[in-house]
């Protein structure tokens, strides 16, 4: 594998001091304003106090934006060993059975605790609308808004959330930090442009902030999806496994100059072709399941098909089905065409694949408990064992269902067993950062882009030990300078944590070799039967901290 960086690693990115700070106490604290996040909200009862940290408005999530909508057992003549069979296979080894079965046969409750909280799902008559998308062997999605799920399902959630007295919400706040003292997570540094730094202690704290799909140039997520929550978790000294899996969507909006769309895979399910730019319909050329592949196998199919023709992009293709219907089915697809001049239904719309969603995270067990005392993780910052080396369409808002309940049960359960909770001070504070190398002026727009690019060039779909090596001495050169630097900004910070994310990512993606799910290496073409095992990250604690090699773990 490549050899780590030497770059001291520090464990908190900033200075602070108890005596300038402002303090706050809460019973649990949850970072992150998803579906996971605010679903572990809903669960912790009164009399106890959640506050909820998020980056940016609480409406603006990677949540929101999820197109397709969540997977679950609810037609007759579906079973929920068909579910788990079919996220067994597309995790191609790595998921934990006992994760998957947990997760699917929650989905039918939780979807109907959506609809207690007012989700309005599309129906078909007097039932819900099922979709079909790729992986899945039964028509199993609910969806609504046609093809905006997300949208929908976090305005129930945001509605719900705040009718809650005991759940108070911070929007526009940076989480710089988690803070630990004698081996447990006692709360975080949070910066916002009115306080500055300050500290949140809790008894317990929940990590829900999402991906880190920004680490790469071509993305579906947000901007402000950058792996804050990984690194941070990291910082602390929780072990992060999976780091080589990101997944990319097959279909992603392809037009130069404006920013890339997710084209949902349920266009797929509802029965569209892929085409090259010959007119060539060639999903059936390497799958069985043409379109409805599961996704790794899409996006390595479009990644060839795009090399062989030399051509930027593929496209989709709606023109031989129902106009009326498709434009009915997903009408904020046909309205975000509609501005780029194309027509849904009978142009070929340009996709190309883009990083999606990322399977590696925090190591969690079946409760969402870390390894670190007194931090719970769940949702897509999470490795819970449910994705393996590939995510089946549709799992990723269940999962952040689920796991969000899971976590607030189990912490409510610790906190009524403990009873009222005195929080203090640890007598360990001020904590003084100092500068380990020059201060210099940095363009963090300009590395943060060369960043981007270099993942996508050098550890996007397709991988090998020549690419790997090289992002690996760039990321290397720009931590060497970018990490010692003290920046008093969100900007600096989360360019540090997209590092930091980056250069656990290629140092994973270099020891795994084979290919396995989303994780191509053309070097390593075929899948290694003995390395169905997990790559696992745990850095030291101490002030001084390298990035540590990784090591593996057998499956949970």
């Not at 064992?385 to 309940?405: D, F, I, P, Q, T």
Request: aromatic content about 8%; glycine content about 10%.
């Amino acid at each position: 594998m490549a050899n780590p960086p030497s770059t001291v690693l520090r464990r908190y990115l900033t200075s602070f001091d108890l005596r300038d700070a402002p303090h706050h106490f809460t019973d649990v604290l949850i970072i992150g304003g998803g579906v996971a996040g605010l679903r572990a909200a809903l669960g912790i009862p009164e009399p106890f106090r959640a506050l909820v940290i998020t980056k940016d408005e609480i409406r603006e999530s990677n949540s929101v934006y999820a197109q397709g909508g969540i997977a679950g057992v609810l037609d007759p003549e579906d079973a929920f060993e068909d579910h788990i069979a079919d996220t067994l296979a597309a995790g191609k080894g790595l998921c934990n059975p006992d994760v998957v079965k947990e997760v699917i046969e929650a989905a039918p409750k939780r979807i109907q605790e959506l609809i207690h909280w007012g989700t309005k799902f599309d129906l078909a008559g007097e039932q819900m609308a099922l979709g079909l998308e790729g992986g899945h062997s039964h028509a199993r999605i609910v969806h609504a808004l046609g093809d905006a799920t997300g949208r929908e399902v976090m305005r129930a959630i945001i509605a719900q959330t705040r009718k809650q007295p005991q759940v108070r919400i911070w929007q526009n706040s940076f989480t710089i930090d988690l803070i630990t003292y004698e081996g447990r997570c006692r709360g975080a540094i949070v910066w916002d442009k009115r306080r500055g730094p300050s500290l949140v202690w809790a008894a317990a704290t929940v990590l829900a902030t999402g991906g880190a799909g920004q680490i790469y140039r071509e993305s579906t997520n947000p901007n402000i999806a950058t792996g804050d929550g990984h690194a941070l978790a990291f910082r602390a000294g929780a072990e992060l496994r999976d780091m080589e899996f990101m997944q990319f969507h097959p279909t992603v909006l392809y037009v130069a100059g404006s920013s890339r769309h997710l084209l949902t895979e349920a266009l797929r399910g509802e029965g569209a072709y892929l085409r090259d730019k010959d007119g060539h319909r060639f999903m059936p050329d390497f799958h069985p399941q043409g379109e409805l592949a599961p996704r790794d196998e899409v996006s390595k199919a479009i990644v060839e098909v795009m090399s062989r023709t030399q051509h930027p992009c593929v496209y989709l293709d709606l023109s031989h089905l129902d106009p009326i219907k498709t434009r009915k089915r997903f009408p904020g697809i046909d309205e975000l065409l509609r501005g780029f001049d194309l027509d849904l239904t009978s142009d070929p719309i340009p996709v190309r694949p883009g990083a999606h969603y990322y399977m590696g995270g925090v190591t969690v067990d079946l409760r969402g408990r870390t390894s670190l005392p007194g931090l719970w993780a769940a949702g897509e910052v999470t490795s819970s064992g449910l994705h393996g080396a590939n995510r089946l369409a549709s799992n990723s808002l269940l999962e952040g269902l689920v796991y969000g309940a899971c976590v607030a049960e189990d912490i409510t359960e610790r906190l009524q067993e403990e009873g009222p909770v005195r929080l203090e001070v640890p007598p360990v504070f001020p904590h003084k950062e100092l500068a380990t190398g020059p201060r210099i002026h940095l363009d963090l727009n300009d590395i943060r882009n060369a960043l981007r690019s270099l993942m996508w060039r050098r550890v996007g779909i397709t991988r090998d030990a020549a690419s790997l090596e090289e992002a690996a001495r760039q990321v290397d050169f720009w931590c060497g300078y970018a990490l010692p630097q003290l920046f008093d900004e969100p900007g600096g910070w989360t360019l540090q944590n997209m590092l930091t994310i980056s250069r656990l990512m290629i140092a994973s993606a270099s020891e795994r070799r084979e290919s396995r799910g989303v994780h191509t290496r053309s070097d390593f073409p075929q899948t290694d039967p003995a390395q169905a095992i997990h790559l696992a990250f745990q850095a030291q604690t101490d002030s001084a901290a390298g990035f540590p090699p990784p090591s593996y773990i057998e499956p949970i």
